[in-house]
Every structure is written in structure tokens, then in C-alpha cells.
Nanobody
């Protein structure tokens, strides 16, 4: 079910930064781990997840350049991305860890 809303995407130059957000219901934010994926070049790649207890797990693609955080009070999960490069271009979307909820994505373009 589409119950999450991603935002914060845009066009930036290489080396720049963006902060993406994933908004959900209070129930989702209080009960679910969250995963960020990127769809690019016909592929879907997992980037990072944050568990229900707040523990982040970064994939090599973004490790060292990105930070995931939870803001349950405002029903948000953020993905701060720094040192962006051209191959970071893609559609970024969030999915709950149990796969029950997802969003429609926010586009990131790095030039």
C-alpha cells in the first residue's frame, strides 16, 4: 500500500548535498523499520535501513556519505546525503521493513 510520501529530491551538482524525507503515519513510524531504495538504470538497490530501535545499516553505496535518522515525533525518516556523485541519480523511495507500506519516490539528479 502506498502510505509513505518521499520529498526533498532535486537537482544538484556533483559534490553537493540533499536531505530526503519519508513521511508516514504515527503507527508506521512507531512500529516499523524503514528502508531507502534507489531505482536507477532499471535496477532497484537497497541503500540504507534503520531498525525500529534506531540502529542504522548502511550499504557500501552510501556508507560514509549518508546519514539516516528517525524523527518519530514528526512522523519522518530522513536521509542526509553528502558528496553526491552522478551515479547517485535515481528515484529514491522508502519502504517499511515488513514490506507493507511504501512511497512513490522522490527524484534525485546529480550533474
Amino acid at each position: 500500500h502506498v502510505q509513505l510520501v518521499e520529498s526533498g529530491g532535486g537537482e544538484v551538482q556533483a559534490g553537493g548535498s540533499l536531505k530526503l524525507s519519508c513521511a508516514g503515519s504515527a503507527y508506521i513510524l512507531e512500529n516499523c523499520g524503514m528502508v531507502w531504495y534507489r531505482q536507477a538504470k532499471g535496477k532497484e538497490e537497497k541503500l540504507v535501513s534503520v531498525r525500529k530501535d534506531g540502529t542504522p545499516v548502511y550499504e557500501d553505496t552510501v556508507k560514509g556519505r549518508s546519514t539516516i535518522s528517525r524523527d518519530n515525533a514528526n512522523k519522518l525518516v530522513h536521509l542526509q546525503m553528502n558528496s553526491l556523485k552522478s551515479d547517485d541519480t535515481g528515484l529514491y523511495f522508502c519502504v517499511t521493513g515488513n514490506g507493507a507500506y511504501w512511497g512513490q519516490g522522490t527524484q534525485v539528479t546529480v550533474s
